[in-house]
């Protein structure tokens, strides 16, 4: 990646994961933003991005699972500035990656967008569980068949 300059305009995205999950330097993250997805491996990447409000989402491939670590934020870019995101995954394949607007020294300075909706249960229990944009809860499916299972 090339230094950024003062002049750039966009998005810096910054990659990683929790150091004993060594075998996901196999994997390939997908960065998307506003619809536009891109390969990139892990670590720093700069995409160019016009001043306004943009969607990113990150994920990666893991045996069958296609979008494995889903995650996503909304990204407010400024005129001549770069907003900094860092996205994390976790040791669990399971869990989504956590991703957090962070400020060029790399501190949290926002917070992670995770939609409502069905997503692989992170207890395992089950094919599915509900998430409801705050909170997982207990609603599972499994072979698309619905029922409770309190967390």
Known sequence: MSELTASQTGIHVDTDFFPLAFFLFLCTPVIEID??????????????????????WIWFGYLGI????????????????????????????????????????GL??????????????PTARHQLRYWDGARWTSFVSDDGVQSTDPL
Not at 36 to 47: C, E, K, M, N, T
Not at 69 to 93: C, Q, S
Request: hydrophobic content about 40%.
């Open 108 to 121: 949290y300075v926002g917070r992670t967008v995770v939609p409502a909706g069905w997503n692989a249960d």
């Open 66 to 105: 296609p979008q494995c670590g889903l995650n996503g934020i909304d990204v407010t870019v400024a005129e001549g500035r770069v907003a900094h995101v860092k996205y994390f995954m976790p040791p669990w394949m399971l869990a989504r990656g956590q991703v957090q607007l962070v400020d060029e020294s």
């Open 35 to 56: 619809g536009v997805a891109q390969q990139r491996p892990w670590g720093a990447h700069f995409f160019p991005a016009t001043p306004g409000v943009h969607r990113l």
